[in-house]
């Protein structure tokens, strides 16, 4: 029904946003495809340096992982500027997925393997460092084919209910969003140095990591989906603050404060299931008689 004008009682027409307009969320996903595309190139880059030259290696996995997080902050806006100029669409929608599966999908589980796996020396032998190769191929493939479940699974479900329902007024993810787990593999990387990983045990943990960020992408479980939260209204003295501290922390110490705000949203879906968990066994049972359990 069209919005009627007050003064007037008159239908009020509400025109089309103009051709050009349609670009703008499209320029982000474009700038998103791009970063992706140069993560890839330049972990490449830092696998073929790495022997020759590992200053310039760890140069190269340091933007490989910035670029990432840089594709989750263009990912984050294309959507919402379509939504502010009113221009989403059917082919938005498709090209964003497809963007997020070679920014957060191809760009990191090439980047894990390549950075966690594939420099591993040491004494264990060259039959468990072949294993170990075998099964990062496989986890970084399976953390692949996860994200792009999960696109698929986003794009055809309208409203996804997780297995623990939160606060109706809250709107949440069912499973943790693919920027997310990326977000981690690069927070993890940024944080560590940007050198690969020669550590028998500290790849073994790495791949842990991998699988747990897969399983997560996939479950049913409740992630905070910050739709609710408009930078456009007012805000709490507190909310400012603690925003501003963010800023300033991401500022000065950006690879400690990065890995512990991707790490505390990764693991707030763990916190939420348990704490679901605790409530239901902890809530006291109805007392049910026999014959309200009789059907028939």
Known sequence: MPDLNPEENKPVVRRPPPRAAYALPTLFTAGNIFLGYLSIVRTIQGALNFSAHPALAQQDFEVAAKTI?????????????????NTTSEFGRELDSLADVI??????????YIWGVMFVTGTVGAFTIDHLQRTGELLAFIFLACGAARLARFNIQKNPVPSNPGAPHRKYFVGLPIPAAASMVAAVIFASGSLPLTS???????????AVLS??????WRYWSFKELNLLRPRSPVMLVLMCLIIYGIWNWSQVVLVLLCAAYVSSGLFIRVGGLVRRLLRPATNVTPEATHVG
Request: hydrophobic share 70%; aromatic share 10%.
């Open 215 to 220: 399983f997560l992408m996939v479950s049913a």
């Open 69 to 85: 997080g840089l594709a989750v902050v263009l990912d984050g806006l294309d959507g919402r500027i379509a939504r502010m100029t």
């Open 103 to 112: 920014s957060f999908g191809i760009a990191p589980a090439i980047l894990a």
């Open 200 to 210: 028998f045990v500290s790849s073994v943990a790495w791949l842990a990591l991998l």
